[in-house]
């Protein structure tokens, strides 16, 4: 299994993690379908999503696979008075990740990040290594402690 510029930058901190791969199509990018495959709670696998607020610019919500991120309340724990989605076609430039495969751990650039609270109420939890059809399995802690996020009930 190749490893991905995440899984690189996790061996260099010593932090435990594991790779799990997956089987996914064009067509179903979702969570749901990620935890399905894995065999796992929806509510363990989470996803990145990346808004651009309307003073601070962009940042990077980690919510679990069912919920959708509250854009009043986003905006408001990131220090702005609005924000919206990042636009698909800026993912790329923006983080280097493509839609489906974006993990919150080395993006092009450090960028804010919020990690939904329930996260700290299991042992581990999936992100997305960097590229479809893989998943980081890794403690909460971990990860939140590594990227430098801030708890919030996103």
Do not use: W
């Not at 990040?113 to 581990?124: I, K, R």
């Amino acid at each position: 299994m190749i490893k991905t510029n995440a899984a690189r930058l996790l061996d260099a901190a010593g932090i435990h993690y594991e790779l799990i791969p997956y089987e996914y199509t064009e067509e179903d990018l979702s969570a749901q379908h990620v935890a399905a495959e894995l065999g796992e709670d929806i509510d363990q696998v989470f996803k990145t999503l990346v808004l651009r607020g309307d003073r601070t610019g962009c940042f990077v919500c980690v919510i679990p696979g069912d919920f959708e991120v509250d854009l009043k309340v986003a905006a408001r724990i990131s220090g702005n008075k609005s924000c919206e989605m990042l636009h698909l076609k800026e993912l790329l430039p923006t983080t280097g990740y493509i839609r489906g495969g974006c993990s919150p751990i080395g993006m092009k650039k450090p960028l804010p990040t919020f990690v939904h609270e329930s996260a700290l109420l299991y042992d581990y939890i999936y992100i997305s290594a960097g590229q479809r059809g893989l998943q980081l399995k890794l403690s909460p802690r971990d990860l939140i402690d590594f990227i430098g996020a801030q708890l919030y009930p996103i």
